[in-house]
């Protein structure tokens, strides 16, 4: 039904001015998560592919990610087939604009989804999202690890790999996401993330000897 709204260009219009791909979030966000599918992420990847065929869409696909496919109140609990699906999604997506994800989403949307739902540990810090009640839901510690995995590749990829290159306010979402974390959590990022922090920080004389000091408001938050 969504797809055939904006087919019809009065109806894209109003799909912005009225916010229609935030609504869809908030109603997907009612459905039982048992109920979703593989065919449902199918089916929202045809979504946004017809949006993205269209190059005055992109405030929509835009939209589409922020409220739907990257709302992972909507997933979290989804069976594992269906969140595998849709990270795989979302990398291809990253992996064909990534310079658009730089811009439009920026790498702090995947540490938040890293901070909030894909945790290891909950940590005494961590804002949770969810009650001690429904951690047994949650996805398996493996599969976890996965998703993980997917989710610190795709904000890799949109820094432009091992060989790109941090901007400073890119570098503060690292540190904030290394400090506030559990330890168990910011293992994973460091060995992804080390060679650009490493890189970055060595422009301004911020290593001593081996270790590496990450900096906030000039007080040490983080060192290998």
């Not at 979504?47 to 190059?55: I, K, Y």
């Not at 709302?71 to 291809?92: D, E, G, M």
């Amino acid at each position: 039904a969504a797809q055939n709204s904006i087919a019809e260009n009065p109806f894209e219009k109003e799909m912005i001015s009225c916010n229609g791909m935030q609504v869809l979030g908030y109603l997907l966000q009612q459905v039982p998560p048992y109920l979703f599918s593989v065919e449902s992420v199918v089916r929202l990847c045809a979504l946004a592919s017809f949006v993205l065929s269209h190059s005055s869409r992109e405030l929509l696909f835009h939209q589409l990610l922020r409220y739907v496919l990257l709302n992972f109140r909507i997933w979290l609990y989804a069976s594992l087939p269906v969140q595998l699906r849709l990270l795989q999604a979302i990398a291809s997506y990253v992996a064909n604009r990534p310079a658009w994800f730089r811009t439009e989403i920026g790498i702090e949307t995947f540490f938040d989804i890293l901070r909030y739902f894909y945790w290891k540990s909950p940590g005494k810090s961590k804002k949770l999202l969810l009650t001690s009640e429904a951690f047994g839901r949650r996805a398996p510690a493996q599969l976890i690890k996965e998703i993980r995995l997917m989710l610190r590749r795709a904000a890799l990829t949109i820094v432009g790999g091992v060989e790109g290159q941090l901007r400073p306010d890119e570098v503060q979402v690292v540190a904030d996401y290394l400090r506030d974390a559990a330890s168990d959590d910011q293992s994973d990022v460091c060995d992804v993330f080390r060679p650009l922090l490493r890189s970055y920080f060595d422009q301004y004389n911020k290593t001593i000897g081996n270790s590496l000091w990450v900096y906030k408001d000039d007080e040490v938050v983080h060192q290998w």
